[in-house]
C-alpha cells in the first residue's frame, strides 16, 4: 500500500498554522514543512530565541516563509490563556498542530499533577478548549494531536495523576501519551455530535531522534542513533503532517509510519490505537477531570453524543 509522503502535501497558501513546540525537533519539521507549502506559520513556544533561531532556519530554506512567534509556557495556565487570547487575534486559524511535549523527566509537579500529563496534555486541552470558537471560522480547522506509540500498555492512573503514590517516568509518559488519543476521540465525537466544522485528527512519529531524549541521561546519546536507523525529525513529522494537509484523512483518524511495528517509514498512513484509547467511557472521565484541573470547559455539550 503507497503512503502519504513529502510530495503529497497540498498547497496551504492562504493557511494558518499555529504549531506548539515549533521552535526544534518534529515542531520545526512541522512548521518548516508547512511554510515552504505556503502556510503563515505561528510557532507557539516558550523561548523566543529559539524560536527566532527556528524562523531564520526556516527562512533559509524557503525565502518567501510567513512565520511569527507566539509565547507559550504549556505548563502554565496563565501562558496557556494569554497564548489563546493572542492568537484568536489572527484573521484566521486553520490548522492546530499540538506537538510540543517533555519525555521522562525527574518528576515535578504544573497544575497540581506530574509534569508529563500537564504539558502534553492538560496544556494543550485548554489550549484547544480556549481556540475552538476561533478555529470554527472560515470553514472549520483541523485539530491535530501528537501522541505515541508509547500509548500501548498505558493507563490512567486517576489516584496518583501527581506521582504522589510512586513515579516511573516511562509509565507517565506513556500516560500523557494514551491522554493524547483519547482526547482526540472523545473531541471527535462531541465536534460531530456537535455538527461543528472543526474535526479532530492524531498522530505519531513513530521512533523518532529528537530532544524529547534529553532526560534519559547516558542513553540520550541513542537520539542519534535511532535518527539514523529509524526516523529522524524530517521523517517523524509526515504523519502529522498527513493528518493536517491530507484531503484524504478520515475525520477523526490516527495515523502513524508507514514501517515495522509502526516505528519507522517515508511515508505515512492509519495508525492502530489500542482498545484502551479508544475507551469512550474512560475518554469521557479524563475530560470531566481535565476541565477540573484546568478550569477550561471547552463547551461541547455531552449530553448531545449520540453513541
Known amino acids: 500500500m503507497n503512503g502519504f509522503t513529502f510530495d503529497d502535501i497540498p498547497d496551504q497558501s492562504g493557511k494558518t498554522a499555529l504549531v506548539t513546540g515549533a521552535n526544534t525537533g518534529l515542531g520545526y519539521a512541522i512548521a518548516e514543512a508547512l511554510a515552504r507549502k505556503g502556510a503563515e506559520v505561528i510557532l507557539a513556544c516558550r523561548d523566543s530565541g529559539k524560536a527566532d533561531d527556528a524562523m531564520e532556519r526556516i527562512a533559509g530554506k524557503a525565502p518567501d516563509a510567513k512565520t511569527r512567534f507566539l509565547e507559550l509556557d504549556l505548563s502554565d495556565l496563565g501562558s496557556v490563556r494569554s497564548a489563546a487570547n493572542t492568537a484568536k487575534k489572527e484573521k484566521r486559524i486553520d490548522l492546530l498542530i499540538n506537538n510540543a511535549g517533555i519525555m521522562m523527566p525527574p518528576l515535578s509537579l504544573a497544575m497540581g499533577v506530574e509534569s508529563q500529563f500537564a504539558v502534553n496534555h492538560l496544556g494543550h486541552f485548554a489550549l484547544t478548549g480556549l481556540l475552538l470558537d476561533k478555529l470554527a471560522e472560515d470553514g472549520g480547522a483541523r485539530i491535530v494531536n501528537q501522541s505515541s506509540i508509547a500509548h500501548k500498555g498505558a493507563k490512567i492512573d486517576f489516584e496518583n495523576l501527581d506521582g504522589s503514590n510512586g513515579y516511573q517516568r516511562q509509565a507517565f509518559y506513556g500516560q500523557s501519551k494514551l491522554a493524547n488519543l483519547l482526547f482526540t476521540f472523545e473531541l471527535d465525537r462531541r465536534l460531530r455530535a456537535a ?75 492509519r495508525a492502530i490505537a489500542t482498545r484502551t484509547a479508544r475507551d469512550p467511557l474512560l475518554a469521557a472521565r479524563l475530560w470531566e477531570k481535565s476541565i477540573e484541573l484546568t478550569d477550561v470547559d471547552p463547551g461541547l455539550d455531552p449530553d448531545i453524543i449520540e453513541n
Open 195 to 269: 455538527k461543528s466544522k472543526v474535526k479532530a485528527y492524531a498522530s505519531h512519529p513513530g521512533i523518532a531522534g529528537t530532544d524529547l531524549m534529553r532526560n534519559m541521561g547516558p542513553l540520550s546519546i541513542l537520539s542519534k542513533v535511532i535518527g539514523t536507523v529509524l526516523n529522524d525529525p524530517h521523517d517523524g513529522a509526515l504523519p502529522a503532517l498527513q493528518a493536517a494537509t491530507s484531503p484524504d484523512v478520515e475525520r477523526g483518524g490516527y495515523y502513524g509510519p508507514y514501517g515495522l511495528a509502526e516505528m519507522s517509514g517515508r511515508s505515512s498512513g
